[in-house]
């Protein structure tokens, strides 16, 4: 082997890859999907959609009574809810992705606007995504029982509307009806679409649009943010508590189980990984079956010269065995420290905790050294085949 340290080199670098690979990719699976759980954990799995589902919508009045969100708070594991719809609004002006609003003086004529999705929400709604004003403020109970004419924009819409300050109490122009602007949301933990939305107080809403409902309009909905491991029994109780003479008609979305749910992701993605560095490792024993095939024939004569002098077949292909185990082995080593760092890096850039299953890590040296003895099984048996005369006559 040392004979030729840089066609040894070579050889011991598909072993390395695979290894490495195989170490790296079961590292960074664990890690990714301890981040993914955390991440799921925190957000999607305190949260619930109840929505309204009547069997006839045509028909059916608004499902939910005034005191939806003090009905909800009041259950046990409950942080907040509010109710949400997309109001019908009728306006000449239209477009196919939001209703048309403009940012100008009530004393000039309507223009163009910028197409934007108009949301009525109750101030629980807001509490339930987290919602943090960047400018203003965010409006409150008094807004909500006055049904004052006013509105936020979220941090997308303001930038389309060219509204950045609100000190000079911008309005603006749903259609033709005028609200002041109070607020401007910077950041949502959840409901990212609120970030591209027109926010009106519920109660404001319903005095210039009238309640949703109808065909047309999109069925009003309640989101609800529990406590850590409550969901699935707010799920259970959440229509109950709204309406207890008709809860049927409510479809309450709760979130999946965060321990299958992180099951699946560790399944998913340690299959696709563990494939690739499967295949970095069959690409690393070919090249080593190669290398040693080429060994076995460019030592013919030492292998012919060891037979005369008394060698059996099993001494000689114990001998490239060896050395075929030895170069994955030391692929396997090395691969495992590049492993390892590879995870460690990742995390420490991405701010996470590295995971490293000790199984995994531990037997991957042997898992190059098993790799680079199942490769050089048949160039040893063609060695061990050679007979002497032959071999020292070439």
């Given at each position: 082997?040392?004979?030729?340290?840089?066609?040894?080199?070579?050889?011991?670098?598909?072993?390395?890859?695979g290894?490495?690979?195989?170490?790296?990719?079961?590292?960074?699976?664990?890690?990714?999907?301890?981040?993914i759980?955390?991440?799921?954990?925190?957000?999607?799995?305190?949260?619930?959609?109840?929505?309204?589902?009547?069997?006839?919508?045509?028909?059916?009045?608004?499902?939910?009574?005034?005191?939806?969100?003090?009905?909800l708070?009041?259950?046990?594991?409950?942080?907040?809810?509010?109710?949400?719809?997309?109001?019908?609004?009728?306006?000449?002006?239209?477009?196919?992705?939001?209703?048309?609003?403009?940012?100008?003086?009530?004393?000039?004529?309507?223009?163009?606007?910028?197409?934007?999705?108009?949301?009525?929400?109750?101030?629980?709604?807001?509490?339930?995504?987290?919602?943090?004003a960047?400018?203003?403020?965010?409006?409150?109970?008094?807004?909500?029982?006055?049904?004052?004419?006013?509105?936020?924009?979220?941090?997308?819409?303001?930038?389309?509307?060219?509204?950045?300050?609100?000190?000079?109490?911008?309005?603006?122009?749903?259609?033709?009806?005028?609200?002041?602007?109070?607020?401007?949301?910077?950041?949502?933990?959840?409901?990212?679409?609120?970030?591209?939305?027109?926010?009106?107080?519920?109660?404001?809403?319903?005095?210039?649009?009238?309640?949703?409902?109808?065909?047309?309009?999109?069925?009003?909905?309640?989101?609800?943010?529990?406590?850590?491991?409550a969901?699935?029994?707010?799920?259970?109780?959440?229509?109950?508590?709204?309406?207890?003479?008709?809860?049927?008609?409510?479809?309450?979305?709760?979130?999946?189980?965060?321990?299958?749910?992180?099951?699946?992701?560790?399944?998913?993605?340690?299959?696709?990984?563990l494939?690739?560095?499967?295949?970095?490792?069959?690409?690393?024993?070919v090249?080593?079956?190669?290398?040693t095939?080429?060994?076995?024939?460019?030592?013919?004569?030492?292998?012919?010269?060891?037979?005369?002098?008394?060698a059996?077949?099993?001494?000689?292909?114990?001998?490239?065995?060896?050395?075929?185990?030895?170069?994955?082995?030391?692929?396997?080593?090395?691969?495992?420290?590049?492993?390892?760092?590879?995870?460690?890096?990742?995390?420490?850039?991405?701010?996470?905790?590295?995971?490293?299953?000790?199984?995994?890590?531990?037997?991957?040296?042997?898992?190059?050294?098993?790799?680079?003895?199942?490769?050089?099984?048949?160039?040893?048996?063609?060695?061990?085949?050679?007979?002497?005369?032959?071999?020292?006559?070439?």
């Amino acid at each position: 082997m040392l004979a030729r340290p840089a066609r040894a080199a070579l050889t011991v670098l598909g072993t390395l890859l695979g290894v490495a690979a195989f170490v790296a990719v079961l590292g960074l699976t664990a890690t990714a999907s301890g981040q993914i759980s955390k991440r799921f954990t925190a957000l999607a799995a305190t949260e619930i959609t109840v929505e309204d589902a009547p069997e006839d919508r045509a028909t059916a009045d608004f499902a939910f009574p005034s005191d939806t969100e003090q009905r909800l708070t009041a259950l046990n594991g409950v942080r907040a809810a509010g109710m949400f719809w997309r109001p019908t609004i009728p306006t000449s002006e239209g477009s196919e992705s939001g209703v048309l609003v403009s940012a100008r003086p009530p004393s000039i004529a309507a223009g163009q606007g910028e197409p934007l999705t108009v949301t009525a929400v109750s101030p629980g709604y807001l509490e339930a995504v987290h919602a943090r004003a960047g400018a203003g403020r965010l409006f409150d109970s008094f807004h909500q029982r006055t049904g004052q004419r006013v509105c936020l924009l979220g941090r997308a819409a303001a930038s389309r509307l060219g509204i950045t300050r609100l000190d000079g109490q911008p309005a603006v122009f749903v259609g033709p009806t005028p609200l002041t602007v109070i607020g401007i949301i910077d950041e949502v933990d959840r409901q990212s679409a609120t970030l591209l939305s027109v926010l009106v107080p519920s109660v404001t809403a319903t005095n210039l649009w009238g309640l949703p409902g109808g065909l047309q309009g999109e069925a009003p909905k309640v989101l609800v943010e529990t406590r850590l491991g409550a969901a699935p029994l707010i799920g259970r109780q959440a229509a109950l508590a709204i309406r207890p003479d008709q809860p049927e008609r409510f479809k309450v979305t709760v979130p999946p189980d965060p321990k299958q749910l992180k099951e699946q992701v560790d399944t998913d993605l340690g299959t696709l990984f563990l494939a690739l560095a499967g295949i970095c490792l069959v690409i690393g024993a070919v090249g080593i079956a190669n290398t040693t095939l080429v060994a076995v024939l460019e030592r013919t004569g030492e292998i012919g010269l060891r037979r005369s002098l008394g060698a059996r077949g099993r001494h000689i292909a114990a001998q490239f065995l060896t050395e075929s185990a030895a170069l994955g082995l030391l692929g396997g080593l090395v691969g495992t420290s590049l492993g390892v760092a590879a995870v460690v890096g990742v995390a420490i850039s991405k701010d996470w905790t590295p995971i490293l299953e000790p199984l995994a890590v531990l037997p991957a040296p042997a898992v190059g050294a098993l790799t680079g003895l199942l490769a050089g099984l048949y160039p040893a048996w063609r060695a061990s085949r050679i007979e002497p005369i032959e071999a020292l006559r070439r």
